[in-house]
């Protein structure tokens, strides 16, 4: 699935394609009609940290570390 989003950090917007990611997978994370979705780390326990992150929030590993700091 092609997924687009702003960072939070920086309000840049990107474009990835996001194999892992259905629209029924991200209905289950999402939620719908008003119920909530189950955890992202639930949902898609086969995507990296890093892209579970791009999903949520639009931040890319080198944002992170540019605003937040490594941590590794």
């Known amino acids: 699935m092609i ?26 994370w999402r939620g719908t009609d008003g119920n909530p979705g189950k955890p ?5 326990p086969e995507m990296s940290a890093d892209d579970r992150e791009f999903l949520m ?5 080198d944002e992170w570390d540019q605003y937040m700091g490594k941590f590794k």
Do not use: W
């Open 3 to 28: 997924i687009t989003k702003k960072s939070i950090l920086t309000g840049v917007e990107r474009t990835r394609d996001m194999p892992e990611v259905t629209e029924e997978k991200y209905e289950e």
């Open 40 to 44: 992202i780390q639930n949902v898609f």
């Open 57 to 61: 929030t639009g931040i890319t590993p």
